[in-house]
């Protein structure tokens, strides 16, 4: 009885919420109140699906995938999700997680947290599940009244821009025109206007067109011919909405680069189709800027010599494109140029450039040429005709013939298949770009080379000629070698495999010999340092000094070695102790490390949180480890500090973090940094030190990897690196547990 009053009271709350016109913000905030209110839920939020973001693979994506409730009302450690484990770290037991559905279609999720174990029983889920439902239809209802309200908007907000927008009936007439359509086309709002005699174009061809794929004509305006970007969207079957925008200019600007045109030896013109001028761009020579002369009365033979103006007629009609060095009279200048002319959609795109910048061509030829000789790859140079002209030096060894050989040789004989080869030229010939074109080369010996080629087309003056480059594919000649170098490498690696054994047993003993002598060394070294055989001078005590550290350094490759050999062998043992993290920092080797910071002038601070416990592990091991990662920090820090930071990772396990603001660690490191005997680059460096063994971090990872713990580190090139690693509070129950496991 006392279910069935929840379950009234709850739908009692969330009706007024479903069949209003709240938004979607106030909506959820007032289904999340109720579910508060009733159930004694923590907290209750709304999860669209569009928010999902990295958790889209988590819970929430299980849930949206499945279309079903996912509950846990006992979360822990051992929670299934990740994002459920931080649930229970921020304190909260319980969770239930619902979808939320629009006719079968998942629009998002419901999230409710509690922080009582077993909060969510059938019964309650039940009630929740028909509340999802309601709060479902009126998020769903709030987000389509959204959409209808931007579109509205779009409308008023598109009549009111300052592009030309319209409305066309069925009839093909214009019944709404926004106030730069009517000022364009000389209309007023009363009369109703044939969008055929504007536009020249029937509704029907308007109601075909696609949204967001415009189309460019070239519509007259007020005695002025102007390029027009027409884009049209049907609203219903009988009205379409036309959008205008004049990209005349832009239509200049995006012919020709800004590069070229701060040059001032440069000028691009849009022609019509009867070669008149529609509007200009850029400077050249002596001509001011384009596009403040009065040049839209002018025609290009108005400009150029007639002679010239019939070469480029007659080209552009054959090909559509044309290029000639002539003369152009402009505002009563005349300056040299190379004129380039293309057929555009709307009439004709025209580039001027500088007869000055014959000597740039002649340096761009040289150029090419120069790679042309270096390159690796087969590289020809075809003139217009197909004839080689040029070659380079690859194709003796891949080929078999010699440069002087191929010179003036139509470059067809040396392809299986011609069709390709023609097939690809005509298509880079038009203003395409062929690249990775599969083709067969025939080979001085009547053999084929599987190769893929690539080709571009260079103008150079009045002609122009092909460079194309070929690629060697892998062959199974290629393959058949490397099979038999594997079988060979498999021979050789069981060999070196035995010489390795044996290089590691070799390095184990003659470490121990080395540390006897060095030991001696050591020790006499410092007797002579105190004076046991009489006083020395500050000279010899420097000298001694000398001694000691370069024994030291010795002594610490040596150990390191070792150290390497034995965890090879697996011969280390661990000697498993209390150790309290927040003492450490008093150890002699970690103290040493720290002064050592300080005499570099950098920073040095060890903290370790108050609800960290004591662990068991090895604690000298231990200290190796910080004493590794923090004689790093300082070797390839110069300025900033060095942080030492112990935390409670979770309830059986312990995080250190070695944090530096030094020079980082670049990508390619960052994949080797953990193997043996490689050493990472101390470019950044004011002072670099001394090499070392490159074992450092190697020994590092396989004590951790002997307490069963983890290493990791993230790092930014000039910004520092932070190296941490988790190991178990206890190594006795950590293993118990994994044996169970």
């Known amino acids: 009885m006392s279910e069935n009053i929840v379950l009234e009271k709850f739908m009692y709350d969330l009706l007024p919420l479903a069949m209003s016109q709240y938004s979607e913000k106030d909506t959820v905030e007032g289904f999340a109140k109720s579910v508060k209110e009733v159930f004694g839920v923590d907290t209750a939020s709304l999860k669209k699906l569009d928010s999902f973001g990295e958790e889209n693979g988590g819970v929430y994506g299980y849930v949206a995938n499945t279309k079903k409730v996912y509950i846990d009302n006992q979360l822990s450690d051992y929670s299934e999700f990740p994002q459920l484990i931080g649930y229970r770290n921020l304190g909260y037991s319980s969770c239930a997680i619902l979808p939320l559905m629009v006719g079968g279609r ?10 009582m174990e077993n909060r969510f029983s059938k019964e309650v889920l039940n009630s929740l599940s028909i509340g999802a439902a309601f709060i479902g239809l009126a998020v769903g209802y709030s987000g389509e009244a959204s959409r209808s309200r931007n579109l509205a908007a779009y409308f008023d907000s598109a009549f009111s821009s300052g592009a030309a927008n319209m409305l066309v009936s069925q009839t093909g007439k214009v019944i709404k025109a926004n106030k730069k359509a009517m000022a364009l086309f000389r209309i007023s709002q009363s009369e109703s206007v044939d969008v055929k005699s504007m536009l020249g174009m029937e509704f029907k061809e308007l109601r075909a067109m696609q949204p967001d794929m415009p189309i460019r004509r070239l519509i007259p305006v007020n005695g002025e011919k102007h390029v027009f970007e027409v884009n049209a969207s049907g609203i219903s079957q009988g009205t379409v909405y036309v959008s205008l925008v004049d990209v005349s200019d832009n239509e200049l600007v995006n012919g020709i680069s800004d590069s070229i045109a701060s040059t001032g030896k440069a000028v691009a013109l849009s022609l019509d189709k009867d070669f008149g001028v529609i509007g200009g761009f850029g400077r050249l020579g002596k001509w001011d800027s384009i596009d403040s002369m009065n040049i839209k009365s002018l025609k290009l033979g108005d400009m150029i010599p007639a002679s010239d103006y019939a070469s480029l007629a007659a080209a552009l009609k054959s090909k559509g494109r044309a290029m000639i060095k002539t003369d152009v009279s402009i505002g009563g200048y005349k300056e040299k140029t190379y004129m380039s002319l293309s057929k555009t959609a709307f009439g004709y795109m025209c580039i001027m450039l500088s007869a000055e910048l014959e000597e740039s061509v002649r340096i761009l030829s040289n150029n090419l040429k120069d790679f042309i000789d270096v390159t690796s790859d087969i590289t020809f140079v075809v003139d217009q005709n197909g004839t080689v002209t040029d070659a380079n030096m690859p194709i003796e060894q891949l080929l078999g013939y010699r440069k002087e050989q191929l010179l003036g040789r139509d470059i067809r004989s040396l392809y299986s298949e011609e069709d390709t080869l023609d097939r690809d030229l005509s298509y880079v010939k038009s203003g395409g770009k062929v690249d990775g074109s599969y083709v067969n080369l025939k080979k001085s010996n009547s053999e084929l080379l599987p190769a893929t080629h690539s080709v571009r087309l260079f103008f150079d003056g009045d002609s122009y000629f092909y460079a194309i480059m070929v690629k060697e594919l892998e062959t199974k000649r290629r393959i058949d070698d490397l099979e038999q170098s594997n079988r060979k490498l498999e021979g050789q690696s069981k060999s070196l495999k035995m010489t390795s054994d044996l290089k590691s047993q070799f390095i184990y003993n003659i470490s121990h010999e080395l540390k006897t002598p060095l030991t001696n ?12 055989f009489g006083a020395l001078n500050p000279d010899q005590k420097e000298y001694i000094d000398t001694i000691l550290d370069e024994a030291d350094r010795l002594m610490l490759i040596i150990t390191q070695v070792l150290d390497a050999a034995k965890l090879e062998a697996n011969k280390v043992k661990l000697d498993i102790k209390e150790v309290n993290l927040a003492e450490l920092s008093g150890n002699p080797s970690i103290k040493a490390m720290e002064e050592s910071a300080k005499n570099k002038g950098l920073g040095f601070t060890w903290t370790v949180d108050y609800d960290v416990p004591a662990i068991t592990a090895d604690p000298n091991r231990l200290i190796q480890v910080f004493v590794n990662l923090i004689g ?20 059986r396990s312990v995080m250190c973090e070695v944090i530096d603001t030094g020079i980082g660690i670049s990508d390619e490191d960052k994949r080797k940094i953990f193997k043996k005997f490689y050493q990472a680059s101390k470019k950044g460096l004011l002072k670099p030190d001394g090499t070392g063994t490159g074992l450092g971090l190697a020994i590092t990872k396989e004590i951790i990897d002997l307490h069963r713990g983890r ?24 293993g118990k547990r994994r044996k169970k496991e």
């Open 106 to 115: 998942i629009i998002g999720v419901l999230e409710l947290l509690s922080k």
């Open 521 to 532: 060394i050591k020790g006499f070294a410092k007797l002579l340092r105190e004076g046991e």
């Open 632 to 651: 790093n920090s300082i070797k390839f820090t110069e300025t900033g500090k060095i942080t030492v930071h112990v935390s409670k990772y979770s309830k």
């Open 711 to 734: 290493i990791k580190f993230d790092s930014t090139q000039g910004k520092g690196s932070r190296f941490y690693f988790t190991i178990p509070i206890s190594q006795n129950s950590y």
